[in-house]
Protein backbone atom coordinates (compact mmCIF):
# COMPACT_ATOMS: atom_id res chain seq x y z
CA UNK A 1 0.00 0.00 0.00
CA UNK A 2 0.98 2.87 -1.01
CA UNK A 3 1.89 6.28 1.61
CA UNK A 4 -1.07 8.89 2.47
CA UNK A 5 1.23 11.66 3.28
CA UNK A 6 2.25 14.11 0.44
CA UNK A 7 5.47 15.19 0.99
CA UNK A 8 7.92 18.31 -0.29
CA UNK A 9 11.73 17.46 -1.23
CA UNK A 10 14.31 19.99 -2.06
CA UNK A 11 16.93 18.80 -4.01
CA UNK A 12 19.88 20.65 -3.70
CA UNK A 13 23.72 21.10 -3.73
CA UNK A 14 26.01 24.18 -3.14
CA UNK A 15 29.59 24.86 -3.61
CA UNK A 16 31.46 23.57 -0.68
CA UNK A 17 33.34 26.84 -0.38
CA UNK A 18 32.09 29.57 0.91
CA UNK A 19 30.71 27.66 3.52
CA UNK A 20 29.01 30.44 5.32
CA UNK A 21 25.80 30.49 2.72
CA UNK A 22 25.67 26.43 3.04
CA UNK A 23 25.61 26.71 7.26
CA UNK A 24 22.85 29.91 6.82
CA UNK A 25 20.54 27.40 4.53
CA UNK A 26 21.17 24.04 6.52
CA UNK A 27 20.44 26.42 9.54
CA UNK A 28 17.22 27.38 8.30
CA UNK A 29 16.04 23.57 7.39
CA UNK A 30 16.80 22.73 10.66
CA UNK A 31 14.81 25.22 11.93
CA UNK A 32 12.03 23.96 9.20
CA UNK A 33 12.19 20.52 11.19
CA UNK A 34 13.27 18.77 7.65
CA UNK A 35 14.02 15.10 7.43
CA UNK A 36 17.57 14.73 6.10
CA UNK A 37 16.83 11.88 3.47
CA UNK A 38 20.25 11.86 2.04
CA UNK A 39 23.11 14.41 1.10
CA UNK A 40 21.64 17.91 0.00
CA UNK A 41 17.56 15.41 -0.15
CA UNK A 42 15.65 16.77 2.75
CA UNK A 43 11.82 16.67 3.06
CA UNK A 44 8.48 17.72 4.84
CA UNK A 45 5.05 17.51 4.89
CA UNK A 46 3.27 19.42 2.37
CA UNK A 47 1.57 22.50 3.29
CA UNK A 48 1.48 26.09 1.68
CA UNK A 49 3.48 27.67 3.90
CA UNK A 50 6.18 24.67 4.10
CA UNK A 51 6.19 24.88 0.32
CA UNK A 52 7.12 28.88 0.52
CA UNK A 53 9.51 28.79 2.72
CA UNK A 54 11.24 26.30 0.92
CA UNK A 55 10.60 27.84 -2.00
CA UNK A 56 12.62 30.53 -0.55
CA UNK A 57 15.33 28.39 0.68
CA UNK A 58 15.87 27.10 -2.74
CA UNK A 59 16.15 30.65 -4.48
CA UNK A 60 18.60 31.13 -1.45
CA UNK A 61 20.59 28.02 -2.85
CA UNK A 62 20.97 29.17 -6.53
CA UNK A 63 21.29 32.71 -5.18
CA UNK A 64 24.73 31.13 -3.44
CA UNK A 65 25.80 29.58 -7.22
CA UNK A 66 24.33 26.57 -6.22
CA UNK A 67 21.47 23.96 -7.46
CA UNK A 68 17.52 23.82 -6.01
CA UNK A 69 14.72 22.08 -7.13
CA UNK A 70 11.65 21.25 -5.12
CA UNK A 71 9.37 18.45 -5.47
CA UNK A 72 5.90 16.91 -4.43
CA UNK A 73 5.67 13.28 -4.13
CA UNK A 74 4.36 9.92 -2.09
CA UNK A 75 6.11 6.95 -0.80
CA UNK A 76 5.01 4.10 -2.46
CA UNK A 77 5.14 2.08 0.63
CA UNK A 78 3.00 2.68 3.72
CA UNK A 79 5.50 1.38 5.66
CA UNK A 80 8.70 3.69 4.64
CA UNK A 81 6.03 6.40 5.31
CA UNK A 82 5.65 5.34 8.95
CA UNK A 83 9.21 4.73 9.50
CA UNK A 84 9.81 8.28 8.19
CA UNK A 85 6.73 10.01 10.17
CA UNK A 86 8.02 7.93 13.35
CA UNK A 87 11.93 9.42 12.88
CA UNK A 88 10.48 12.79 12.28
CA UNK A 89 8.50 12.68 15.80
CA UNK A 90 11.10 10.48 17.50
CA UNK A 91 13.77 13.46 17.06
CA UNK A 92 10.85 16.06 18.29
CA UNK A 93 10.60 13.92 21.25
CA UNK A 94 13.86 14.07 22.44
CA UNK A 95 13.88 17.69 21.75
CA UNK A 96 10.98 17.72 24.44
CA UNK A 97 12.56 15.57 26.56
CA UNK A 98 15.63 18.17 26.62
CA UNK A 99 12.98 21.06 28.01
CA UNK A 100 11.29 18.75 30.50
CA UNK A 101 14.58 18.29 31.99
CA UNK A 102 15.72 21.70 31.45
CA UNK A 103 12.35 23.08 32.34
CA UNK A 104 12.86 20.58 36.16
CA UNK A 105 16.69 21.83 36.67
CA UNK A 106 15.06 25.43 36.73
CA UNK A 107 12.04 24.11 39.09
CA UNK A 108 14.68 22.59 41.28
CA UNK A 109 16.14 26.44 42.27
CA UNK A 110 14.36 29.04 44.63
CA UNK A 111 13.30 31.59 43.28
CA UNK A 112 12.40 30.20 39.46
CA UNK A 113 13.92 33.26 37.64
CA UNK A 114 11.54 34.52 34.93
CA UNK A 115 14.45 34.94 32.80
CA UNK A 116 14.95 31.29 32.81
CA UNK A 117 11.18 30.81 32.23
CA UNK A 118 11.03 33.06 28.94
CA UNK A 119 13.73 31.06 27.59
CA UNK A 120 12.24 27.99 28.32
CA UNK A 121 8.86 29.31 26.24
CA UNK A 122 10.44 30.55 23.51
CA UNK A 123 12.12 27.01 23.37
CA UNK A 124 8.63 25.32 23.67
CA UNK A 125 7.46 27.64 20.38
CA UNK A 126 10.75 27.05 18.70
CA UNK A 127 10.27 23.13 19.32
CA UNK A 128 6.28 23.36 18.34
CA UNK A 129 6.96 25.23 15.01
CA UNK A 130 9.14 22.34 13.75
CA UNK A 131 6.95 19.35 15.12
CA UNK A 132 4.88 18.42 12.24
CA UNK A 133 3.63 14.99 13.86
CA UNK A 134 3.00 15.75 17.85
CA UNK A 135 4.52 13.06 20.25
CA UNK A 136 2.74 12.72 23.43
CA UNK A 137 6.56 14.41 25.22
CA UNK A 138 4.70 17.57 24.10
CA UNK A 139 1.65 17.46 26.20
CA UNK A 140 3.97 16.69 29.01
CA UNK A 141 6.85 19.53 28.21
CA UNK A 142 3.94 22.16 27.86
CA UNK A 143 2.96 21.35 31.51
CA UNK A 144 6.53 21.23 32.42
CA UNK A 145 7.13 24.72 31.38
CA UNK A 146 3.91 26.35 32.45
CA UNK A 147 4.10 24.64 36.15
CA UNK A 148 7.01 27.08 36.06
CA UNK A 149 5.09 29.75 34.38
CA UNK A 150 2.91 30.21 37.81
CA UNK A 151 5.76 29.23 40.04
CA UNK A 152 7.66 32.18 38.71
CA UNK A 153 4.94 34.90 38.67
CA UNK A 154 4.04 34.05 42.68
CA UNK A 155 7.13 34.51 43.71
CA UNK B 1 2.46 39.49 5.55
CA UNK B 2 5.96 40.13 3.83
CA UNK B 3 3.90 40.47 0.63
CA UNK B 4 1.11 42.73 2.27
CA UNK B 5 3.79 45.16 3.77
CA UNK B 6 5.43 45.43 0.09
CA UNK B 7 1.96 46.51 -1.14
CA UNK B 8 1.60 49.17 1.61
CA UNK B 9 4.93 50.44 0.78
CA UNK B 10 4.71 50.78 -2.89
CA UNK B 11 1.34 52.42 -2.53
CA UNK B 12 2.81 54.65 0.59
CA UNK B 13 5.80 55.64 -0.59
CA UNK B 14 6.29 54.52 -4.39
CA UNK B 15 3.45 55.16 -6.43
CA UNK B 16 0.59 56.32 -5.02
CA UNK B 17 -1.79 55.08 -7.92
CA UNK B 18 0.02 51.18 -8.11
CA UNK B 19 -2.57 48.73 -9.29
CA UNK B 20 -1.84 45.25 -8.27
CA UNK B 21 -2.31 41.84 -9.91
CA UNK B 22 -2.90 38.90 -8.28
CA UNK B 23 -1.43 35.83 -9.88
CA UNK B 24 -0.85 31.86 -8.63
CA UNK B 25 2.54 31.79 -10.37
CA UNK B 26 5.74 33.68 -11.59
CA UNK B 27 4.75 32.42 -15.44
CA UNK B 28 1.51 34.33 -15.00
CA UNK B 29 2.92 37.84 -14.61
CA UNK B 30 1.66 40.19 -17.21
CA UNK B 31 4.45 41.86 -19.54
CA UNK B 32 3.99 45.36 -17.80
CA UNK B 33 4.10 44.56 -14.12
CA UNK B 34 6.54 44.73 -12.20
CA UNK B 35 6.40 41.66 -9.81
CA UNK B 36 7.33 40.99 -6.00
CA UNK B 37 7.53 38.80 -3.22
CA UNK B 38 7.81 36.07 -5.61
CA UNK B 39 10.42 33.71 -6.75
CA UNK B 40 13.12 34.74 -9.60
CA UNK B 41 11.64 38.64 -8.90
CA UNK B 42 14.09 41.38 -8.30
CA UNK B 43 12.01 42.98 -5.47
CA UNK B 44 12.04 39.51 -3.51
CA UNK B 45 14.22 37.95 -1.03
CA UNK B 46 18.08 38.24 -1.70
CA UNK B 47 20.94 37.78 0.58
CA UNK B 48 19.06 37.17 3.95
CA UNK B 49 16.49 39.91 3.56
CA UNK B 50 13.05 39.66 2.70
CA UNK B 51 11.47 41.11 0.06
CA UNK B 52 10.06 44.81 2.34
CA UNK B 53 13.78 44.97 3.36
CA UNK B 54 14.80 44.56 -0.65
CA UNK B 55 12.20 47.00 -1.60
CA UNK B 56 13.20 49.89 0.95
CA UNK B 57 16.40 49.60 -0.58
CA UNK B 58 15.64 49.67 -4.19
CA UNK B 59 13.37 52.75 -4.05
CA UNK B 60 16.39 54.28 -1.98
CA UNK B 61 13.80 54.70 1.00
CA UNK B 62 15.77 55.93 4.57
CA UNK B 63 12.99 56.70 6.21
CA UNK B 64 13.80 55.25 9.55
CA UNK B 65 10.62 54.74 10.99
CA UNK B 66 10.50 52.25 7.84
CA UNK B 67 13.47 50.49 8.41
CA UNK B 68 11.89 49.47 12.22
CA UNK B 69 9.15 48.33 10.39
CA UNK B 70 11.30 46.23 8.05
CA UNK B 71 12.92 44.46 11.60
CA UNK B 72 9.04 43.53 12.22
CA UNK B 73 7.92 42.47 8.97
CA UNK B 74 11.42 40.15 8.56
CA UNK B 75 11.19 38.51 11.97
CA UNK B 76 7.33 37.90 10.97
CA UNK B 77 8.61 36.79 7.49
CA UNK B 78 11.55 35.23 8.20
CA UNK B 79 11.40 34.38 12.16
CA UNK B 80 15.46 33.97 12.36
CA UNK B 81 16.11 35.67 15.09
CA UNK B 82 18.45 38.57 13.23
CA UNK B 83 15.98 40.95 15.05
CA UNK B 84 14.54 41.22 18.13
CA UNK B 85 11.03 42.17 17.45
CA UNK B 86 8.02 40.97 19.72
CA UNK B 87 5.36 42.36 17.63
CA UNK B 88 6.21 40.15 15.17
CA UNK B 89 4.20 37.05 16.07
CA UNK B 90 1.50 38.96 16.89
CA UNK B 91 1.67 40.61 13.21
CA UNK B 92 2.03 37.27 11.57
CA UNK B 93 -1.16 35.58 13.10
CA UNK B 94 -3.57 38.58 12.33
CA UNK B 95 -2.12 38.49 8.74
CA UNK B 96 -2.26 34.54 8.33
CA UNK B 97 -5.98 35.32 10.01
CA UNK B 98 -7.42 37.74 7.72
CA UNK B 99 -6.23 35.63 4.11
CA UNK B 100 -7.99 33.00 5.59
CA UNK B 101 -11.34 35.13 5.63
CA UNK B 102 -10.67 37.82 2.85
CA UNK B 103 -9.17 37.59 -1.12
CA UNK B 104 -6.71 39.12 -2.01
CA UNK B 105 -7.82 43.04 -2.63
CA UNK B 106 -9.55 42.61 0.57
CA UNK B 107 -6.70 41.76 2.04
CA UNK B 108 -4.77 44.93 1.02
CA UNK B 109 -7.45 47.19 2.08
CA UNK B 110 -7.59 45.49 5.37
CA UNK B 111 -3.96 45.18 5.88
CA UNK B 112 -3.43 48.88 4.51
CA UNK B 113 -4.61 50.77 7.80
CA UNK B 114 -3.02 47.83 10.16
CA UNK B 115 0.31 49.26 8.60
CA UNK B 116 -0.61 52.96 8.32
CA UNK B 117 -1.05 52.29 12.43
CA UNK B 118 2.34 50.50 12.85
CA UNK B 119 3.61 53.17 11.18
CA UNK B 120 2.41 55.80 13.55
CA UNK B 121 3.25 54.15 16.67
CA UNK B 122 7.06 53.17 15.17
CA UNK B 123 7.42 56.95 14.58
CA UNK B 124 6.14 58.22 17.62
CA UNK B 125 7.95 56.01 19.87
CA UNK B 126 11.28 56.67 17.59
CA UNK B 127 10.54 60.13 18.52
CA UNK B 128 9.76 59.70 22.12
CA UNK B 129 12.59 57.19 22.61
CA UNK B 130 10.06 54.88 24.51
CA UNK B 131 6.71 53.69 23.63
CA UNK B 132 4.04 55.91 23.02
CA UNK B 133 1.25 55.92 25.35
Known amino acids: MAGSIEWLLLAYRMPREPSTPRITVWRKLTRLGVAKLGDGLVALPADARSQERLEWIADEVIEAAGEASLWRSRLTSAAAERALVERMAGAIAADYRGLITAAGAAGASIPVRAQTVARLRRELRRISQRDYFPPPERDEARRAVESLTSRAAVR | ?133
Open chain 2, 1 to 133: MDRAACAWLIRRFADPDAVFVFVDDPDQVPGDATPFDMRGADLSHHGGDCSFETALRRFGLGDPVLWDIARIVHEADLDDERYDAPEAPGLDVLCRGLSMILDDPAMLAATGPLFDGLYEFRRRALLLGREPS
